[in-house]
């Protein structure tokens, strides 16, 4: 979190996929603990306010495991975060 403070761009960029097509303007970080060997197991999935091209925050809609971490993102953005 606190290197995203610092580069709101370092996430990689989402795309659609069914039923998570409210997230496919927001970003993604994948990472794991140090020393964890294999495919990263956590996800910060964010988007850039009030623009990708002129970010001057970022706003974290989840930070979890990967199983599910889109679809939850994608309900909390259609239901106002209160999911």
Known sequence: ML???DDPKLGEPLYARVGTEAIAEGRRIRFDRPGYKGKP?????YDLLPNEGNPER???YIVAEREHVYTIAS???L???ES
Do not use: Y
């Open 3 to 5: 290197v995203l403070a």
């Open 41 to 45: 197991r956590f996800r910060i999935v």
């Open 58 to 60: 970022a706003l974290v």
């Open 75 to 77: 309900t909390r953005i």
């Open 79 to 81: 239901g106002g975060l």
